[in-house]
């Protein structure tokens, strides 16, 4: 499953967090505003529906004829329409007024002597309804306002919060991309300082310039966390070199006597003669593993540098699988090429390129009963070379252990056979690595265990 990045989600969390708040603070604002708005409009309108009673009551007093009249001038300069009522009977009201608009608890209530006022909605129009009683007159005034205006305001209101809220959340974006970038811009630079130390760049560090306290911690921790760490593995490298160099001493005086004792082997009794054939069989392991330490050693220090060379592929697989099998004395095996390969270059250390064929081949004669072929194809800008063999074969559990230092798998084991020393294939490894290149273990077209080698092509076929 993929890892979400950290960026993202910061930058996201920063968005949501803004456009939550904002549109809270909208809302608010938006009911607090529209509340105050209507109670506001409620209040004058009340007011103006107890003088507008006030002169409905005059005019029936004085000249009803003229209350028609009254009620048309009140809804033009209110713009409210005006019912009144007496004794039950509708008596006159504005034009176009409607009863519809009034409900039958607030005339219930106005006829019982109450003054009454409510609020509804009506197919989405807010309408303020006030009934007053007149009881001199035994009458009943009700004045219906039309708050049309207001919510015209309170939709420009909310137009204008939506808007802000919405520049809110983009404005919390930015902050939060600002935010994110200062933050994860440390923990970059720590990864990419991290991969390559790992990749062999042991003199990186980190290097960080008006940095938080936090920021300049984790440098400072990092940095002392590296040198540290390449101390260490400085005084492991100068151990192991140092101790294979001690031991090559008395390890050549071993195999000089071997070697004598070998040369008069006929004097010695059986059990002599036995003993001698396990000393030798050690002592050749011996031999190997100071050799493997010291050239590990070696290339951990950097005491040997890569002499890098542009070399043909082809010639040079054929004079490694040679080299190889005369040093051990082992049947060459059969080098295969591929017509699609041409005659490309690699770019490797000759000595250290023959060293990893060397290995493989004798591995698989350890451990596979010899190598069948050593076969080159390319695979696209790569040559790929595939020592293969007729063996068991290397279980898929084991496949990326084999190249750790001194692992020996179950077929050494399961075999019987302790005569490697562990250290064979993890050089393989590293030589592969310092080429620009990778192996891997497959299965072999013959039944047995393939070890691919990838290196790039640095140059097209030759002329």
Same mark, same amino acid.
């Given at each position: 499953?993929?890892?979400?990045?950290?960026?993202?989600?910061?930058?996201?969390?920063?968005?949501?967090?803004?456009?939550?708040?904002?549109?809270?603070?909208?809302?608010?604002?938006?009911?607090?505003?529209?509340?105050?708005?209507?109670?506001?409009?409620?209040?004058?309108?009340?007011?103006?529906?107890?003088?507008?009673?006030?002169?409905? *009551?005059?005019?029936?007093?004085?000249?009803?004829?003229?209350?028609?009249?009254?009620?048309?001038?009140?809804?033009?300069?209110?713009?409210?329409?005006?019912?009144?009522?007496?004794?039950?009977?509708?008596?006159?009201?504005?034009?176009?007024?409607?009863?519809?608009?009034?409900?039958?608890?607030? #005339?219930?209530?106005?006829?019982?002597?109450?003054?009454?006022?409510?609020?509804? #909605?009506?197919?989405?129009?807010?309408?303020?309804?006030?009934?007053?009683?007149?009881?001199?007159?035994?009458?009943?005034?009700? =004045?219906?306002?039309?708050?049309?205006?207001?919510?015209?305001?309170?939709?420009?209101?909310?137009?204008?919060?939506?808007?802000?809220?919405?520049?809110?959340?983009?404005?919390?974006?930015?902050?939060?991309?600002?935010?994110?970038?200062?933050?994860?811009?440390?923990?970059? =630079?720590?990864?990419?300082?991290?991969?390559?130390?790992?990749?062999?760049?042991?003199?990186?560090?980190?290097?960080?310039?008006?940095?938080?306290?936090?920021?300049?911690?984790?440098?400072?921790?990092?940095?002392? +966390?590296?040198?540290?760490?390449?101390?260490?593995?400085?005084?492991?490298?100068?151990?192991?070199?140092?101790?294979?160099?001690?031991?090559?001493?008395?390890?050549?005086?071993?195999?000089?006597?071997?070697?004598?004792?070998?040369?008069?082997?006929?004097?010695?009794?059986?059990?002599?003669?036995?003993?001698?054939?396990?000393?030798?069989?050690?002592?050749?392991?011996?031999?190997?593993?100071?050799?493997?330490?010291?050239?590990?050693?070696?290339?951990?220090?950097?005491?040997?540098?890569?002499?890098?060379?542009?070399?043909?592929?082809?010639?040079?697989?054929?004079?490694?699988? *040679?080299?190889?099998?005369?040093?051990?004395?082992?049947? =060459?095996?059969?080098?295969?090429?591929?017509?699609?390969?041409?005659?490309?270059?690699?770019?490797?250390?000759?000595?250290?390129?023959?060293?990893?064929?060397?290995?493989?081949?004798?591995?698989?004669?350890?451990?596979?009963?010899?190598?069948?072929?050593?076969? +080159?194809? *390319?695979?696209?800008?790569?040559?790929?070379?595939?020592?293969?063999?007729?063996?068991?074969?290397?279980?898929?559990?084991?496949?990326?252990?084999?190249?750790?230092?001194?692992?020996?798998?179950?077929?050494?084991?399961?075999?019987? #056979?302790?005569?490697?020393?562990?250290?064979?294939?993890?050089?393989?490894?590293?030589?592969?690595?310092?080429?620009?290149?990778?192996?891997?273990?497959?299965?072999?077209?013959?039944?047995?265990?393939?070890?691919?080698?990838?290196?790039?092509?640095?140059?097209?076929?030759?002329?």
């Amino acid at each position: 499953m993929a890892h979400r990045s950290l960026r993202l989600r910061l930058l996201v969390t920063f968005g949501l967090g803004a456009l939550v708040l904002s549109s809270l603070f909208a809302s608010l604002t938006y009911i607090g505003v529209q509340r105050l708005l209507i109670s506001n409009q409620q209040q004058t309108d009340l007011r103006q529906s107890y003088v507008n009673a006030a002169l409905v *009551r005059s005019t029936l007093y004085t000249s009803p004829a003229q209350l028609a009249n009254l009620l048309n001038s009140i809804q033009k300069a209110t713009s409210s329409i005006v019912l009144v009522q007496t004794h039950h009977q509708w008596l006159a009201r504005s034009e176009p007024a409607s009863t519809k608009d009034v409900s039958p608890q607030i #005339i219930k209530l106005v006829n019982q002597g109450h003054a009454t006022q409510q609020t509804l #909605i009506v197919n989405g129009e807010i309408l303020f309804v006030v009934g007053v009683p007149i009881p001199a007159v035994e009458t009943q005034v009700f =004045e219906v306002f039309r708050l049309s205006s207001l919510e015209h305001t309170l939709r420009v209101l909310l137009l204008v919060l939506a808007a802000g809220a919405l520049a809110t959340s983009f404005i919390g974006m930015g902050g939060g991309l600002w935010a994110t970038r200062r933050a994860v811009r440390p923990l970059e =630079e720590v990864s990419l300082a991290a991969a390559k130390i790992a990749a062999g760049a042991l003199t990186t560090r980190l290097v960080v310039t008006q940095a938080d306290r936090e920021v300049q911690q984790l440098t400072e921790s990092f940095n002392e +966390m590296v040198s540290r760490l390449v101390d260490r593995l400085e005084r492991d490298a100068r151990f192991a070199s140092d101790v294979s160099h001690e031991l090559r001493s008395p390890l050549t005086t071993l195999a000089t006597t071997a070697s004598v004792l070998q040369q008069h082997r006929e004097q010695l009794s059986p059990a002599g003669q036995e003993s001698l054939d396990l000393l030798l069989a050690d002592l050749s392991i011996f031999q190997s593993l100071v050799e493997d330490l010291l050239e590990m050693a070696r290339s951990d220090a950097g005491a040997v540098p890569l002499v890098m060379e542009k070399v043909p592929a082809t010639e040079l697989l054929r004079q490694s699988v *040679r080299s190889a099998a005369a040093r051990h004395a082992l049947v =060459e095996p059969v080098v295969e090429v591929d017509e699609s390969v041409g005659d490309p270059l690699v770019e490797v250390d000759r000595r250290r390129f023959e060293r990893v064929i060397t290995n493989l081949i004798d591995n698989a004669h350890r451990y596979a009963e010899g190598a069948v072929a050593v076969r +080159m194809n *390319r695979v696209a800008n790569y040559l790929a070379i595939n020592v293969d063999d007729a063996g068991p074969g290397v279980p898929l559990d084991e496949r990326e252990h084999v190249f750790e230092r001194f692992f020996r798998g179950r077929a050494a084991h399961d075999r019987g #056979i302790a005569r490697g020393t562990g250290l064979g294939l993890a050089l393989v490894r590293d030589h592969v690595k310092a080429f620009g290149g990778t192996i891997a273990v497959l299965e072999s077209d013959d039944g047995g265990a393939r070890f691919q080698i990838l290196l790039p092509i640095v140059e097209g076929d030759r002329e």
